[in-house]
């Protein structure tokens, strides 16, 4: 059965940083695409960063650019969100979400239970 | 970026009853090497994560119910629940993943039971 399980979520200031981790198991997770989704309070869904499966191609959204870097470690099956220079407005429930596939032309097929990020001072 | 936008916002069917929710995006998503619209659907219920119900706008994902089901293609695309069973109350959302990035999502559709 595949599982993703995000940790790292936390209270911070404005300003501040926090490193999000997502282990997989049942899965071999060097063969897929990667993408972080997060959804704000009572918000929908917004895609934050994508990585390819062997880590050669990252894109991020705008909202998070030079800001928020994501980063896997296939030997760890684990994928990982840097983030820094938080603000509020990145206050949400971060979700790491498995492509189908090894690019991001996928769907999303498993989701994390998700890890909350509280941006305030 | 491929804006999609679903309607309505929000609805409330009596149990048993056909529920039809519109996915529109701003430009053709078909896959014209694949023949495929690359468009998903997912149902998030309250505190859960979302979860993949159709992909590529009309393949039924292993264990979801044939109520259940996708159609369209290019711009608009339709998720349609046959028979509404009082566990299908969530929010459906709509995404794109033609145009990468951003990949994109519809603004949700909030189901209730009349």
């Known amino acids: 059965e595949v599982q993703l399980l995000e940790s790292g979520g936390d209270s911070v200031q404005p300003g501040g940083s926090l490193s999000l981790s997502c282990e997989a198991s049942?899965?071999?997770?060097?063969?897929?695409?990667m993408s972080w989704v997060r959804q704000a309070p009572g918000k929908g869904l917004q895609w934050v960063s994508v990585?390819?499966?062997?880590?050669?191609?990252?894109y991020n959204a705008d909202s998070v650019k030079g800001r928020f870097t994501i980063s896997r470690d296939n030997s760890k099956n684990t994928l990982y969100l840097q983030m820094g220079s938080l603000r509020a407005e990145d206050t949400a429930v971060y979700y790491c979400?498995?492509?189908?596939?090894?690019?991001?032309?996928?769907?999303?097929?498993?989701w994390g239970q998700g890890t909350l990020v509280t941006v305030s001072s | 970026d491929i804006v999609l936008t679903q309607s309505p916002d929000s609805l409330a069917v009596s149990l048993g009853e056909r529920v039809t929710i519109n996915c529109k995006s701003s430009?053709?998503?078909?896959?014209?090497?694949?023949?495929?619209?690359?468009l998903a659907w997912f149902q998030q219920k309250p505190g859960q994560p979302p979860k993949l119900l159709i992909s590529?706008?009309?393949t039924r994902e292993s264990g979801v119910p044939d109520r259940f089901s996708g159609s369209g293609s290019g711009t608009d695309f339709s998720l349609t629940i046959s028979s509404l069973q009082a566990e299908d109350v969530a929010v459906y959302y709509c995404q794109q993943y033609y145009n990468a990035p951003p990949i994109t999502f519809g603004q949700g559709t909030r189901l209730e039971i009349k």
């Open positions: 979400a498995k492509h189908s596939a090894d690019h991001r032309y996928s769907p999303f097929d498993y």
């Open positions: 430009q053709s998503v078909f896959h014209s090497f694949k023949r495929k619209s690359s």
């Open positions: 590529w706008a009309s």
């Open positions: 990585i390819s499966a062997t880590g050669d191609s990252i």
């Open positions: 049942g899965l071999t997770l060097g063969n897929y695409a």
